[in-house]
């Protein structure tokens, strides 16, 4: 098992005058080795402080997350940010490429808060390796904004994969794409999951995503219900 959520509450202040509403009650998940999940639902249902919570972005108001064995809820700032640039790739619906640096520099750096000791040709061998099987090859030292839409997001998931994680989390990463663009880095999002044995969990507003995953949490009554 890679991530575990047990009893996890989570509930935020709209306002000085607004009593706190809460997200999660009671929560439990646990996400194994080489699985794919998805998470669908209404906007404002808890969605992404779902998946904010299982990347250590947020804390929970009470209840543990179990990251492959170790208790993620007691960690400092410092061991968190380890824990993150080790074991977990983010997407998100914007690429967030730097503009100001080529393609292959914006999928290396997750690699420098890992270890500023590694060998450099290494490091830029494996990006080169991974950007050539996203059809990228030739794109390795141009800047972001060179790139179409769709290339910018497959720059997204090869740097969410470069350190190796044993988990990605994606965002709605085809919520800025057309439905042909989307279903293509959908399919190769999974893909080099499955190569990597990396677990993935999706956020998605699209069905048709959400029922390619292995596991479907869909928002009901107040809480996520597997489907």
Same mark, same amino acid.
């Given at each position: 098992?890679?991530? =575990?959520?047990?009893?996890?509450?989570?509930?935020?202040?709209?306002?000085e +005058?607004?009593?706190?509403?809460?997200?999660? +009650?009671?929560?439990?998940?646990?996400i194994?080795?080489?699985?794919?999940?998805? #998470?669908?639902?209404?906007?404002?249902?808890?969605?992404?402080?779902?998946?904010?919570?299982?990347?250590?972005?947020?804390?929970?108001?009470?209840?543990?997350? @179990?990251?492959?064995?170790? &208790? @993620?809820?007691?960690?400092?700032?410092d061991?968190?940010?380890?824990?993150?640039?080790?074991? #977990?790739g983010?997407?998100?619906?914007?690429?967030? &490429?730097l503009?100001?640096?080529?393609?292959? =520099?914006?999928?290396i750096?997750?690699?420098?808060?890992?270890?500023?000791?590694?060998?450099?040709?290494?490091?830029? +061998?494996?990006?080169?390796?991974?950007?050539?099987?996203?059809?990228?090859?030739?794109?390795?030292n141009?800047?972001?904004?060179?790139?179409?839409?769709?290339?910018?997001?497959? @720059?997204a998931?090869?740097?969410?994969?470069?350190?190796?994680?044993?988990?990605?989390?994606?965002?709605?990463?085809?919520?800025?794409?057309?439905?042909?663009?989307?279903? =293509?880095?959908?399919?190769?999002?999974?893909?080099?999951?499955?190569?990597?044995?990396?677990?993935?969990?999706?956020?998605t507003? /699209?069905?048709?995503?959400?029922?390619?995953?292995?596991?479907?949490?869909?928002?009901?009554?107040? /809480?996520?219900?597997?489907?």
């Open positions: 098992m890679i991530v =575990e959520l047990k009893d996890i509450f989570k509930s935020y202040s709209e306002g +005058d607004n009593p706190r509403r809460d997200i999660l +009650d009671s929560f439990n998940l646990s194994n080795f080489d699985e794919s999940i998805s #998470i669908v639902g209404p906007s404002g249902c808890g969605k992404t402080t779902l998946l904010n919570i299982l990347g250590t972005l947020d804390k929970p108001d009470s209840g543990e997350v @179990v990251f492959n064995g170790e &208790l @993620v809820t007691n960690m400092n700032d061991q968190l940010s380890k824990l993150r640039a080790e074991k #977990i983010f997407i998100f619906q914007s690429h967030h &490429l503009p100001q640096i080529s393609v292959i =520099e914006n999928v750096l997750p690699t420098l808060a890992v270890n500023s000791k590694q060998n450099n040709t290494i490091i830029f +061998d494996e990006a080169e390796t991974l950007l050539s099987e996203v059809g990228l090859k030739n794109e390795v141009k800047f972001p904004s060179q790139l179409s839409g769709g290339e910018k997001q497959r @720059v998931i090869v740097r969410s994969l470069i350190n190796k994680p044993n988990l990605v989390l994606a965002d709605e990463p085809t919520g800025s794409l057309d439905k042909s663009r989307g279903e =293509e880095i959908i399919d190769l999002l999974k893909s080099l999951c499955v190569n990597n044995q990396t677990s993935l969990v999706v956020v507003h /699209d069905i048709e995503i959400a029922s390619q995953m292995k596991r479907r949490l869909c928002f009901k009554n107040f /809480d996520f219900i597997e489907s």
